[in-house]
Structures are given as structure tokens and as C-alpha cells.
């Protein structure tokens, strides 16, 4: 049986937001296992990740910081 549903960035995220660090920790390790985690990705730009988090109203701090190791990662070189 194959299950497909649609969610939204915001959905989930909304949902991660009310589990424990336990609970997340427990779904990330399910996601390492699956190697969903290792799923081929379109890659977006800097800015735009950043504009995404700005409209959940992360702190500038956290922004600088994510936007540093953005553009650090292996992933962005």
C-alpha cells in the first residue's frame, strides 16, 4: 500500500513545533533510516531560505548565523 499526501512547509512545521526534542529526535533518525533524509533536493538560493525563515519571525541573530553556515556548506560551494 502506498500512501501520498500534500503538505505544507508551514503545516509541518507547525506540527514539529509541538513535539518534544525526544519526538524529533526520534522522526529524524526514522528519516536517516529510510534515507529519506538523502532524497535528491531542488536547491534554492541563500536569500530566498532566508526570506522563508524572516516570515516566521526568527531573530536577526539566528538569520545571520544560518545564513553563514548556508553559504558554507558543502551543499552551497
Do not use: A, C, P
Amino acid at each position: 500500500m502506498h500512501l501520498s499526501i500534500d503538505l505544507k512547509m508551514k503545516d509541518i512545521m507547525s506540527l514539529i513545533s509541538q513535539m518534544s526534542l525526544h519526538e524529533v529526535e526520534k522522526i529524524k533518525n526514522s528519516l536517516i533510516e529510510r534515507e529519506l533524509y538523502f532524497k535528491k533536493f531542488k536547491k534554492d538560493s541563500v536569500d530566498n531560505i532566508i526570506d522563508d525563515f524572516k516570515k516566521e519571525d526568527y531573530s536577526n541573530e539566528f538569520l545571520t548565523d544560518l545564513e553563514e553556515g548556508l553559504k558554507k556548506s558543502s551543499i552551497y560551494k
